[in-house]
């Protein structure tokens, strides 16, 4: 099996010069529905669990975790954690394997990050220390601003104020890095869209994407225009290709890709303007990076229940079953 490990991790270990390698990122979790995710515990697949068992999991994964962890230190002076979430999850704190629990459980001092972009960082940073035990506040030895705009002495006087009501030290602002976007996206969530040429791509985006990174070569391209398209957004008409990513839950995404009316808007430009070139590309099946074109067309009638589990495509039948090689898959179809 190929040991998998999140593209950002292996993103982050590139300019240090390090080879990649999955204790970096002992516990990776690919969401499946909204309720459950397969979990990849260093580099292998463990299972897949709803929610609710994985956080029972949590006690047998760290040890795992704190293995990878001092595999990592061995003949290194400094091994920086990054934590997942947020520590003010206070309903999260039993069994935490990715926060303070881990902070916790490995003796580590921490420095709490604000995010300024997203607004109300005083608030952010002085609600965490107001929330947590007083065992996890006395861990938290400093803070600082991330993703700070324009002049940080502006911010002088807010980070006095967080200094003397958290009793941490001031480690200063971090500034806007502006190519951020370059990097692969954490999650599904920091997908967003990116004008650049004349091409436009549309993005319709589903509820379980898998191998979101997938569309970071296209976000490169200068003569290439990514649009996401948010539920509640029709597809535009004028795109020239509309892709659509790899989902872990084919069934529910195709049924979620209707109810948005999609369907009907990939048909729109097909039977409007017959002579437009226009292109639909499926990212399918996550992992295969099986690219599949097909001319815009009427999406078929799909069978099994949204949600339902197993390796098939959009179309709910297995790959090729069925299939009249002289005539061109309906949407979502394999071919």
């Given at each position: ?14 300019p240090v010069g390090w080879t990649p390698i ?314």
């Open positions: 099996m190929r040991a998998r490990s999140g593209a950002r991790r292996r993103c982050k270990r590139g999955v204790d970096m990122n002992p516990v990776l979790l690919k969401p499946e529905t909204d309720t459950g995710a397969q979990v990849i515990v260093q580099g292998k697949r463990f299972a897949t669990m709803k929610a609710r068992d994985y956080g029972k999991a949590k006690a047998e994964l760290m040890p795992r975790v704190l293995e990878s962890f001092h595999r990592l230190g061995r003949g290194r002076d400094l091994v920086l954690v990054e934590g997942a979430g947020s520590p003010a999850e206070v309903n999260l704190r039993k069994g935490d394997i990715a926060n303070m629990g881990f902070a916790e459980a490995a003796d580590l001092p921490v420095v709490l990050a604000g995010d300024i972009d997203r607004g109300g960082v005083i608030a952010q940073l002085v609600g965490t220390h107001a929330v947590l035990p007083d065992e996890d506040r006395a861990r938290i030895k400093a803070f600082l601003v991330n993703k700070f705009r324009g002049d940080p002495t502006l911010f002088a006087d807010g980070a006095a104020e967080i200094a003397r009501l958290t009793g941490w030290h001031d480690l200063g602002t971090l500034p806007w890095f502006s190519d951020a976007w370059r990097l692969p996206a954490e999650d599904v969530m920091d997908i967003t869209t990116r004008k650049g040429g004349a091409f436009k791509i549309a993005v319709p985006r589903l509820n379980r994407i898998a191998n979101f990174d997938d569309l970071d070569p296209l976000v490169n391209e200068p003569d290439v225009t990514v649009e996401i398209i948010e539920p509640g957004r029709p597809l535009p008409g004028d795109a020239d290709l509309v892709l659509i990513p790899g989902s872990k839950s084919t069934i529910a995404d195709l049924a979620d890709f209707r109810a948005q009316g999609w369907d009907i808007d990939l048909t729109a430009p097909y039977s409007a303007r017959r002579a437009r070139s226009g292109h639909l590309w499926w990212l399918s099946d996550a992992g295969n990076r099986d690219h599949r074109r097909r001319r815009y067309r009427r999406a078929g009638g799909a069978r099994g229940r949204a949600g339902a589990s197993g390796r098939c495509h959009a179309s709910g039948t297995p790959q090729n079953a069925g299939a009249d090689p002289s005539h061109p898959p309906a949407l979502g179809q394999s071919g």
